[in-house]
């Protein structure tokens, strides 16, 4: 009976799991549904066998990186007035939670399935993408009037130039998936190293890359652009070096990966810039608004879509909250009210928008909340770097470094998609490359 039940079990993860990985950039309440699923599968699978549970715990602890940040933000309950309100914020983080256990009891079952999985979520992305293209391509009218009358999607923006502001996305956050193409792309270049279909994931990967460059992301680009540079590192080591070694030395070798890395990184960026005009808008829209600000011009416009601007003063203004509670922080559930009292004395007639992860999670669990969550982070860098095999490493690194990179320009995981998104990674990733229980001793 128990193995009937087991059986029952494993095929029910399963296909939550491709469900959860298609539908998260499509629907945040239907990968939501299917992460509760996943929780609930999870507990009765822990429940039958207590002990393979901890032994999994124990083997697989790196999985449970996310969760730090959680429980970092959960101790700023002990001292924030605003209780509910931080319960609730608790309640909308909880994939920081959740999906590490999740991956932990399915640990051995996740690794066998796991490219199967990235292949959903690449697609469910691709499904996504076409339905953007499609919007950006219709007349404005039309496109609103759809967008209207179609419950399940985003409002449309009136008057608002796409390729200024970047795209309308129909489904989720324009931020989200602006991160979930980038990491698309990823996941892309990786199915092409591992599985047999290697010029459909290529092509992909590049598509996606394209589609990044149209849709307007600037952070998530930025975060793209480092991950791809560690690709080029790995692909360097992995192919070419010892070669190159041989012939020419080593000097002279790294010499070549420090000209590619400078073109990749630098020259490549800046002709892409000058020559395809989505990219040219939104980075010169940037600069534009970089040079109002500085000279105190930004005042006779309407900057309510003024993005840069807004970072700007989020971060003004943050910092002024974290310098009161520099140690402590101020607590999850305050931070809201706190930050909009200093947001009503700096005199600019701006809505608040919360930015730059790395000052939230300050501000909200002080400098040990964010010391912890780093601490986790590096860890998890750390092991990927001593255990994985070459090609796991490159892409676990690229992932890990990506969403640093993100952190700085966006408060990212505060919104459900990529809360879940980066969770599910990092546990994934982890328990891939991070320990030495590695199928076959190799995860390449």
């Known amino acids: 009976m128990f193995a009937y039940l087991n059986i029952w079990l494993d095929r029910s993860i399963h296909i939550c799991l491709i469900a959860f990985c298609l539908t998260l950039p499509l629907s945040k309440g239907v990968a939501a549904v299917a992460m509760v699923a996943l929780l609930l599968l999870s507990l009765v699978k822990c429940g039958q066998d207590l002990k393979a549970f901890f032994f999994a715990l124990k083997k697989n602890k790196i999985a449970l990186v996310p969760a730090t940040l959680w429980l970092a933000y959960a101790w700023s309950l002990t001292y924030n007035t605003n209780l509910d309100n931080g319960l609730l914020l608790l309640y909308r983080q909880i994939s920081l939670l959740v999906i590490p256990f999740v991956v932990v009891v399915n640990y051995s079952f996740i690794r066998q399935h796991l490219p199967q999985y990235f292949t959903y979520l690449v697609a469910g992305t691709l499904i996504n993408v076409l339905a953007t293209l499609f919007f950006f391509c219709l007349p404005d ?39 979930l193409v980038a990491i698309a792309t990823l996941f892309s270049l990786w199915l092409a190293m591992t599985t047999k279909w290697k010029k459909i994931f290529l092509t992909t990967a590049l598509s996606l890359l394209f589609f990044s460059l149209l849709l307007g992301g600037r952070g998530a680009q930025i975060g793209l652009l480092i991950a791809l540079l560690v690709w080029l590192i790995g692909a360097y080591f992995r192919y070419v070096h010892v070669f190159l070694q041989k012939k020419i030395g080593k000097f002279f070798a790294i010499s070549i990966l420090g000209i590619g890395l400078l073109f990749a990184g630098v020259i490549l960026p ?67 009210s706190e930050l909009s009292q200093i947001y009503s004395l700096d005199g600019m007639d701006i809505p608040m928008n919360i930015h730059l992860q790395w000052l939230y999670i300050w501000g909200c669990s002080g400098l040990f909340g964010l010391l912890l969550f780093l601490a986790a982070l590096f860890w998890w860098g750390s092991q990927i770097m001593r255990h994985a095999p070459p090609l ?14 993100v952190m700085c320009f966006d408060a990212v995981l505060r919104m459900q998609i990529d809360c879940m998104l980066f969770a599910f990674g990092i546990s994934c990733l982890g328990i891939m490359g991070g320990g030495k229980f590695v199928i076959g001793g190799s995860v390449d």
């Open 270 to 336: 800046y002709i892409t810039y000058q020559t395809v005009p989505s990219v040219f808008t939104r980075y010169n829209q940037l600069f534009w608004e970089l040079k109002e600000f500085s000279h105190g011009r930004h005042l006779q416009y309407d900057y309510l879509y003024f993005t840069s601007i807004r970072r700007l003063v989020y971060g003004k203004n943050a910092w002024q909250l974290i310098e009161q509670q520099p140690i402590t922080g101020v607590g999850i559930g305050d931070y809201y």
């Open 392 to 405: 796991m490493r490159t892409f676990a690194l690229s992932f890990w470094l990506f969403y640093l990179i």
């Open 141 to 179: 009218a039309m496109a609103s009037s759809w967008a209207d009358s179609i419950s399940f999607l985003k409002p449309y923006p009136s008057n608002q130039n796409q390729l200024l502001f970047g795209l309308y996305s129909p489904f989720i956050d324009r931020i989200q998936l602006s991160n």
